[in-house]
């Protein structure tokens, strides 16, 4: 099942078009979005999520996304939804039609969670390292590179998952060129060791993660400590448990990276989401 | 004026939509496109065009375009065209919809050229340097970067051309992060020395120019020595002339570089151009 709003609130059919060919989201991949998890009705982490399409379409320079607009079409989606009780949200905000009056195109597509995400919620993944291709000075002396944005661009992020796929893995953790852990094409990183939840710094030019934001908050009032660190791929060896974390995947243990088992993190895996669950 | 036309050969209102919101061209920038000309009816470079359609599709894994529909398509545009003597021809190909049976999504999109590429093409431009985050050895070490495809993911090569309009420039050179140029965001750099016309080398992960192609074609007929290796910018600065060369700019003259003015190349600009001309 799928469910489409537009802006005004009003529902469209997902299977008729809807956007122009000019549309620069389409042409140029001009454009922000962001991902949502629906559970029982409610979304998560909603707020922080339309922060961060805002933040990713300053970096492009986009007008500012309409948040009350946004709101409308979730309630509009959300209203709508007649299938399970979880559903994925996208909120899609383009630079508009070529040579247009420079309004912005918006819409919320609800749909069903795919069956291998759930499975990897489950079970884990294996995970390969590949590298990103810039250093960790880069997004700040370039930032016309747009690291960090949640842009409709993702054409290399969809490249390196199906280089995963090549490689009989499922996600892929990305490295920069002096082998730093930077995130999953989707995904935050996290590793657990002794008490300790790190993740990777926001400078180096990767995505804020929701999901991982919700874990920390929970995991810090249940007693652990929590860094913003640069890891490297021993680092990550090394560790209790390695996860990815995502809106619709959740938290997701890695227990396979580049072909060698990690240290079994089952356990750990369910009280981390045991923690994260406990922020709804 | 605009044309649009399906690869069915059918025409379709370019101002109505024809795109799903779940196309993966949109959603994802998942897709390739290609930018001809089309002058007195008659598309430039269109076999070099499709040729480099395909490549890209398969450096994306996408199914490949279907090149007898795009030709048909191609001449659907033309037909219909009932504007200017040049015309713009966006040929597009996505993944189709998410979830979908694979159909792949085309469509080609004919406009009038742009008033301010015009006046580049005849006045020359201002461009700037800037570092597009990758060095040398980076497009062989990792294809899933997808460097030298032309995707539909196209927003950084978006922002570094707002960047340079905040510089006070029109244009943007890459260059590598250890100082090789490399391409502009739309176009092929060529610098022209002593009867040497010099491109940089598509291995450094760039796109394989048509209209430079073309240049050289001619070029060499006429006595030029065509080269194609690595440039650094201090060799730009020595040349007797720095073009950009792009389907819809033709051969476009580099005036000022970084806010220095190059040598003054506006005879050889007018040289080059007729033996680009003398192609058609």
Known sequence: MRVLALLDGTLA???????????????R????FETVLVVD???RELAAHLDRLVASAAMLELPAPDRAAFDRAVGAVLDAWAGGRE???????????EGGDGTPTGFVLGSEINPATLRHRADGIAAVTLER??????ARR????LLGAKSLSYAVNMAALREAERRGAADVLFTTSDGLVLEGPTSTVIAASDGILRTTPTALGILPGTTQA????????????????SLRVADLRAADGVFLASSIRRITRVHTLDGEPLTDSAALH??????YESEY
């Open 13 to 27: 059919d997902p299977e008729s078009p809807v956007v122009r060919v000019d549309d620069l989201g389409l042409l």
């Open 29 to 32: 991949g001009d454009g922000v």
């Open 41 to 43: 009705g409610r979304p």
């Open 87 to 97: 559903l994925v949200m996208r909120l899609v905000h383009t630079r508009g039609v």
């Open 133 to 138: 291709g810039f250093d960790e000075g880069l």
């Open 142 to 145: 370039a930032p016309w590179l």
């Open 214 to 229: 919700a874990l920390f908050r929970a995991a810090e009032r249940a007693g652990w400590v929590t860094k913003v660190e």
């Open 270 to 275: 369910a009280e981390l989401t045991a923690l």
